[in-house]
């Protein structure tokens, strides 16, 4: 009897193993894989009160002045980038001489990848999103506090990742900068497959780090485990990418089941409470074009005036 109970045990967890978490494009009658309403069954953090991605809701933002530029070390250094197909997405792994500090983060943290997030033809594809309105792409930078050896050890740390993300639109010229890292995608089709990007360095990709506006958030993971230890910046001006090579983007990879890897973009999650901040003083916001805002910010601003003067 108890061994029929254990073997019956194994085959329940062979089970629970078998069927792979997937994202909402993949899940189909044929294959049954966990989509990301019932990540939280098997995975517990998913269904926390700090998950990511978030919609942005602009007029709810707070300035926060202790959220100055970012320091990006490293990001003019050349070297050689490896790719890989993870079947969910592909990592170009980064090394440890890129660098982040300022940014309001409470101090240094080391790069490990970077990944992106698209969608299909109808151009929605950003995690993230600003009022309501998703990007067709999404870029992460994720970095872990200098302090630990490996994304593992970050996780068991609320602020142990320090995760920036910028947007891209859809531009009337190519980025010309992003066609290595396009190509290079192009060579890791499959699950498992690698690649090199010889010579590389992020400047090519990432815009310089003073002057750039962010929002920031506490959040989590993206993809299951879901864990809540990810400090979030997302840049408020997006990169451009020409509709074509968004496309050749779209048609490279494959997930492991060999479908096209479209759609690879979580469901925003609820706020619970959160609040977002952002680097722009909030008499920036003038520029709304709403009479009784423009009133109030004018006002504002002058008894601000006359406090400093
Ligand atoms: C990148 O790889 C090429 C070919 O393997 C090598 O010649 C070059 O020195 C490497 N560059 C760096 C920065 O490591
Ligand atoms: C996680 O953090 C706790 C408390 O800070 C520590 O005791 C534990 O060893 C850490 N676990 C890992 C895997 O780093
Ligand atoms: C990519 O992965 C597929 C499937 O595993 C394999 O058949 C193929 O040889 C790999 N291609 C390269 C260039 O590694
Ligand atoms: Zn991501």
Not at 137 to 144: G, W
Not at 199 to 206: N, P, S
Request: glycine share 8%; hydrophobic share 35%; aromatic share 10%.
């Amino acid at each position: 009897m108890a061994s029929i109970l254990s073997l019956l045990s194994v085959l329940f967890a062979i089970k629970l193993c078998s069927g792979e978490w997937c994202y909402q494009s993949q899940f189909s009658c044929q294959d049954t894989c966990k989509g990301p309403s019932d990540w939280k069954q098997y995975f517990p953090n998913c269904g926390g009160e700090r998950q990511s991605p978030i919609n942005i809701v602009t007029s709810k933002v707070k300035h926060d002045s202790k959220l100055t530029s970012f320091i990006f070390e490293g990001h003019e250094n050349i070297f050689n980038m490896s790719v890989e197909n993870h079947g969910q997405s592909a990592h170009f792994t980064l090394p440890q001489s890129v660098r982040l500090r300022g940014g309001g983060l409470s101090g240094i943290y080391k790069a490990i990848q970077f990944h992106l997030h698209w969608g299909e033809d109808d151009g929605q594809g950003s995690e993230h999103s600003v009022d309501g309105e998703r990007y067709p792409m999404e870029l992460h930078i994720v970095h872990i506090k200098e302090k630990y050896d490996n994304l593992k050890e970050a996780l068991n740390d609320s602020t142990g990742v320090a995760a920036l993300a910028f947007f891209f639109e859809v531009s009337s010229e190519q980025n010309k900068k992003l066609d290595r890292v396009i190509e290079a995608l192009g060579k890791v089709r499959h699950k498992g497959n690698s690649s090199e990007i010889e010579d590389f360095r992020l400047t090519d990709i990432v815009p310089q780090a003073d002057k750039l506006s962010y929002y920031r958030y506490s959040g989590s993971l993206t993809t299951p485990g879901c864990d809540q230890a990810v400090v979030w910046t997302v840049f408020q001006k997006a990169l451009p990418i020409s509709k074509t090579q968004l496309t050749s983007v779209y048609k490279q990879l494959l997930f492991a089941t060999e479908k096209p890897m479209t759609g690879i973009f979580r469901p925003v999650q609820n706020l619970n409470g959160r609040v977002v901040y952002t680097s722009v003083p909030s008499h920036s916001l003038c520029v709304l074009p709403n009479l009784i805002t423009l009133f109030l910010c004018l006002f504002c601003v002058f008894g601000q005036q006359r406090c400093f003067h």
